[in-house]
């Protein structure tokens, strides 16, 4: 018995490589990578949260190609992956999505160091047995706005490699597959 | 001290989906992907191997953009991470990059099951200490040839889930992330 874990992917409000806070556009291949990770690593729902109306049609569209059309008769494993997707106008839909305010639990995220994260290790035990369902936010650009994070339960600690070598920009698509990894790997 | 670890991404010899030996296409983002995870993870080389001369100027021009374009003037973390980039025709020539070939181990990756893998726990304790460098080799498509597996000098075991979800379709931009930091991570 393992909590209910989903996963959101936030194209606002998020990072800029100024600090400002800004709308990222809608990656391809961001659909897919976490949507296959996510699928991989038992995750019930993976949220692509969009303000804007034409990036989540677009979101749908790919969605429904690989769910419904061609895409999915061809790769039939893709179909699989791209059925958790659901696309959202902002991540408190994707919450409300899965639970009354109170009943789910929202981690966060980050690259940079801000708070006290929790280890990936805790975050991992945390998840074992009965609770609330978590719903883990990862942002696009260089990473939630600090309100994002501010307003979560829990924030995740960065991934580090175990010698320093001094360098954390990794992709969301390498973040996310290695969180999960460390979160419900074997 | 550690061994010296370099990777490759291979487009040929790899397998489509009816498993025929075929050459993919470069994505772009897997250029970009894997360099960020192997700085991240130190790694020394990143190779990109690809036989035909009109992908491998591609692969290039990417580069060279980033690294002494405007791109890397845009953002200078980037640059960093291409600088890995090592443009070669077959995995012979990567191999050869870093040593005589009795001097340089071949590791591979299959998310499929060939032969006796490595786990990866043990694969994380050979790289300790001294000893030959380690070229860690990932296909696109549906991953490496046989002939490419027969002749490694060791196959890792794919990556898992903890608990079983059948599903073993990660990109290898998370597949990559994933074995790094299983290898190097924290």
Redesign the interface.
């Known amino acids: 018995m393992?909590r209910r874990l989903a996963i959101a992917l936030v194209h606002h409000p998020v990072l800029d490589?100024r600090r400002s806070i800004v709308t990222t556009a809608v990656?391809n291949?961001d659909v897919?990578?976490l949507a296959?990770?996510a699928?991989?690593?038992?995750v019930s729902d993976y949220f692509i949260v969009h303000p804007i109306t034409a990036q989540r049609e677009l979101v749908q569209r790919i969605c429904d190609h690989w769910r419904d059309g061609a895409g999915g008769k061809?790769?039939p494993?893709?179909k699989?992956?791209l059925e958790l997707v659901r696309v959202v106008t902002s991540l408190a839909d994707a919450r409300d999505a899965l639970g009354a305010p109170g009943d789910v639990e929202v981690w966060v995220t980050a690259a940079r160091s801000v708070g006290t994260p929790v280890t990936l290790a805790e975050a991992r035990a945390r998840l074992e047995g009965d609770g609330r369902p978590v719903l883990l936010v990862f942002g696009t650009g260089w990473g939630l706005a600090d309100e994002v994070i501010l307003a979560a339960d829990a924030l995740l600690e960065p991934?580090?490699?175990?010698?320093a070598?001094g360098?954390?920009?990794?992709?969301v698509?390498?973040?996310?597959?290695?969180v999960l990894?460390?979160l419900?790997?074997?």
Do not use: E, F, P, Q
């Open positions: 393992t490589a990656t291949l897919h990578d296959r990770s699928r991989t690593y038992g061809r790769i494993d893709r699989l992956a991934v580090r490699a175990r010698d070598t360098y954390n920009h990794l992709s698509r390498a973040a996310c597959a290695i990894d460390r419900r790997g074997a």
